[in-house]
């Protein structure tokens, strides 16, 4: 069930369900800070006309990264508003303009699931601007820097909002659910322990002190001071476990992969909701290490 929040007095947080939400920022210009799944599209009109806005109220979506519970409705948005800008590394921004080979990737990762995630409409070419690091989405009193942090994937950017002392985060922060610890988000297909080490130090530097989940809400850094570390060190030891298991069976097929996984970290064992996450992580961590192994020996 949808729900909208107060933030501040500028900022508002649509919550899809429990798991995906999305921000907007009223200012000058006002923009929408991902989308969700495809399917999530309803959800987002509801929750822009309960502040009593239209798609043509918008002058910007901004997305972290293209996966598809991010950018997927940011078609139907382009489509019911043709002076729309999307925003978007340019890594991704092709995939927006044809989604077809992300669609392949998503059914292969996602396998009977992604029937549920709606159809993914394009946007057109002439609605996408391509940003990276040093560049400010300028809204009004508001403004949004721009930063490149790949890690989770070769197209994902966060955006800093100096006024609020805040990030919005997408997926290089991990996930932050209600009642759940942090947890770290690694889906094939290019996956990298290193770049998003990287990215996490990044962030750090920026010192932000509240972080914007996409998954899901507002998390106060006052509360977890040793929230970055933390995290490096849960990419370092999810790695390590999977490297320690496949070097004993590379032929291990992924279920058997996952299950040894769990009982290597037993502590994830108490959340059977978050499962899914957990195996695509399993593979992209899998893959990452096939990767570096080809390119490196190692």
Known sequence: MLEVENVDSCIRLLIFDRLRSCWLIRDKKNIIIETGYPADNRKLFAGLSRLALTPQDIDYVA???????????????????????????????RHLADPTKLLQGVRRAHGEKFETFGEMLPVPENQIRTIDSGDIIELGDTHLEVFYTPGHAKHHV?????????????????????????????????????????????????????????????????????????????HERWTECIFSIVSQNRNMDDDMLFGAFLEQLPELKQFP?????????????????????????L
């Open 63 to 93: 997305l972290t990264h293209i996966h598809l519970d991010h950018a997927g409705g940011a078609g139907y948005l382009a489509r019911q508003n043709p002076n729309l800008s999307i925003c978007v590394h340019a890594k991704g921004a």
């Open 158 to 234: 966060i955006f800093f909002d100096p006024a609020s002392e805040a990030v919005f985060s997408g997926d290089a922060l991990g996930s932050k659910y209600k009642n759940r610890p942090n947890f770290v988000l690694a889906p094939p297909s290019d996956y990298d322990m290193e770049a998003a080490k990287i990215s996490i130090d990044l962030i750090k530097a920026l010192a932000p002190q509240k972080i914007y989940f996409t998954h899901c809400g507002m998390n106060f850094l006052s509360d977890h001071p040793h929230f970055y570390e933390e995290l490096k060190r849960s």
């Open 273 to 297: 909701d978050q499962f899914f996450s957990f195996r695509l992580s399993v593979k992209g961590i899998r893959t990452y290490l096939q990767n570096r192994e080809r390119k490196t020996g």
